[in-house]
């Protein structure tokens, strides 16, 4: 238990440091990050990692495409009866070229109030062009990976997991709603199923467990939240 908890306070001070790092790598806009640190984190992974691993050579020809806001399902898409809308998550993608071809996305997000920072870096080979033809707002569905392009009305599916989702090229807002709810609905039940199961099958000697298995979750988040800072850290320690 004390090394665990050990563990847990190193987990927290290096999330403290590397905190930051990160902070002085960030923009008043999107589109100042994007301009002050993008060419720099692609370069960096093509001189300290293996390329290949992000779909790219060891060309430094690299551009960028436009920067496209994010959204995503609000809650009322996955209530019956509501109308669907989608919301900004203030996350911003943009297709990476290298020798003019996509190769990848790259992302940005406001971390706080007037603030962008780094989000995201790595895609499959399909998305980094299917991006290039978002004429509407770029919609996600995190869940299925899924992107769509949405008029307003209809939300077209801009990759083959899009596809799959959907069962088509395309789908209207109404059909894609009942869709979610759907999911949602047989999300919960599960979860219930489980629950159940859980409740019947519990013992004495997994009550004594408690305190270990929570204190691994605690360890478990920490860990995940410092994730995020991991490319910042190493970062650092590259340039000392």
């Keep these: 238990m004390q090394r665990m908890t050990g563990l847990l306070i190193c987990c927290v ?6 905190t930051i790092v990160s902070a002085e790598m960030t923009e008043s806009s999107a589109e100042r990050f994007a301009g002050a640190y993008f060419y720099d984190i692609v370069m960096d992974h ?3 990692d293996d390329p290949a691993n992000y779909h790219m050579t060891d060309s430094e020809n690299i551009t960028f495409g436009p920067l496209l806001e994010t959204y995503i399902p609000s809650s009322s898409c996955y209530k019956t009866g509501e109308m669907c809308t989608f919301v ?3 996350e911003y993608v943009a297709t990476v070229f290298q020798d003019d071809e996509p190769v990848n996305v790259l992302g940005t997000y406001e971390q706080s109030a007037n603030t962008y920072a780094f ?4 895609s499959d080979k399909e998305t980094p062009k299917a991006l290039m033809n978002v004429k509407g707002d770029l919609v996600k569905y995190t869940e299925e990976s899924a992107w769509f392009d949405y008029d307003g009305d209809m939300l077209t599916a801009l990759t083959s997991n899009s596809k799959q989702m959907i069962s088509g090229d395309a789908i209207s807002t109404e059909a894609f709603q ?8 047989s999300i919960e039940g599960n979860a219930e199923e489980g629950m159940m199961d859980g409740a019947d099958g519990y ?6 467990n408690k305190p270990t298995s929570s204190t691994n979750r605690l360890i478990g988040f920490a860990v995940l939240a410092i994730l995020p800072f991991g490319y910042w850290f190493l ?5 000392t």
């Design 13 to 18: 001070g290096l999330l403290a440091s590397t």
């Design 178 to 185: 009942v869709l979610l709810v759907e999911e949602h609905e």
């Design 203 to 208: 013992s004495d000697e997994e009550e004594s």
């Design 119 to 122: 989000s995201t870096f790595g």
């Design 88 to 90: 900004p998550t203030k």
């Design 46 to 48: 093509i001189q300290g």
């Design 235 to 239: 970062k650092r320690r590259k340039a």
